[in-house]
């Protein structure tokens, strides 16, 4: 008994060795310049307009109905035309993904860049939204969020519903 928990703490110490030597020779480089004084300064984040890919991001069911509510967002289903006539977040505007491309244009011409933008479509099974948020941004917008949970945690928290309308 006393061999095999010998045999055990030396198997341990040997791998806990082995991780601490693989963990200075692969940062070794970090390792002597924080120990020459020289530490390494984060790479700095991307910023708007230098060409890194851009991603809205996501808003919660509170903050949608406050920013919905208030009239401080531009509310966009993302879903196709018949979805969105058959019911829809009161308020948002239908900008089919499928029509993007078209509709983009005009879109853009009217509504200021720096309006907030919430995007949805059919929930988190659907990515519709981002893409569109997407699309949204490369266009020039700068305050694009989309609403994961999208029509059907709208529907279901009991907040206004529309239907009709193109």
């Not at 035309?81 to 009161?90: E, L």
Request: proline share 8%; hydrophobic share 45%.
């Amino acid at each position: 008994m006393k061999a095999d928990l010998r045999r055990l703490v030396t198997e341990i110490a040997v791998i806990v060795l082995v991780a601490a030597a693989i963990g200075v020779v692969w940062n070794f480089r970090l390792l002597r310049d924080v120990w020459h004084g020289n530490p390494t300064a984060p790479p700095p984040a991307p910023r708007q307009g230098t060409g890194a890919p851009q991603e809205p991001l996501p808003l919660g069911l509170m903050q949608v109905k406050e920013l919905s509510a208030t009239k401080e967002a531009l509310v966009i289903d993302a879903r196709d035309r018949d979805a969105f006539r058959k019911g829809h977040i009161s308020g948002a505007v239908s900008l089919p993904l499928g029509e993007a491309d078209r509709l983009l244009p005009g879109f853009a011409a009217k509504t200021p860049k720096d309006k907030l933008l919430i995007v949805y479509c059919n929930g988190y099974d659907c990515h519709d939204s981002k893409t569109l948020g997407r699309r949204l941004l490369a266009a020039g917008f700068t305050q694009v969020f989309v609403f994961e949970g999208g029509f059907p945690e709208w529907r279901d928290a009991g907040y206004p519903v529309a239907q009709g309308g193109s």
